[in-house]
Nanobody, 121 residues
Framework: QVQTVESGGGLAQTGGSLRLSCETSGRISNVYVVGWFRQAPGNERQQVAIIRRGGSTKYADFVEGRFTISRDTAKDTVDTVYLQMNSLKPEDTAVYYC????????????WGQGTQVTVSS
């Protein structure tokens, strides 16, 4: 199994920045893709950004150029994936979730509890 724990959410003003962290532990050698998703009240969950084991990334159009996903694999037992969020907008307000997809799977099977991001206008 893989465990994921998000942190770093909070309150920011429009135009401000926040950095989210996702610590993954357990069978991290099986992790192929780590993704950040978000869900605002009454809205469907959206994929925000993903990073693959090899380092390639993909962003949703609505965060392209503002958000950056990166990965720290320096520790043997824990990988940390970051989501640097700049130029925040009120519409970025949501609960942000980190999720993991393993090799051989096309599903994000392991999810964290989420962290709230609120952007004030």
């Amino acid at each position: 199994q893989v465990q994921t724990v998000e942190s770093g959410g909070g309150l920011a003003q429009t135009g401000g920045s926040l950095r989210l962290s996702c610590e993954t532990s357990g069978r991290i050698s099986n992790v192929y893709v780590v993704g950040w998703f978000r869900q605002a009240p009454g809205n469907e969950r959206q994929q925000v950004a993903i990073i693959r084991r090899g380092g390639s990334t993909k962003y949703a159009d609505f965060v392209e150029g503002r958000f950056t996903i990166s990965r720290d694999t320096a520790k043997d037992t824990v990988d940390t994936v970051y989501l640097q969020m700049n130029s925040l907008k009120p519409e970025d307000t949501a609960v942000y979730y980190c999720a993991v997809s393993e090799y051989g799977s096309n599903q994000f099977y392991y999810w964290g509890q989420g962290t709230q991001v609120t952007v004030s206008s």
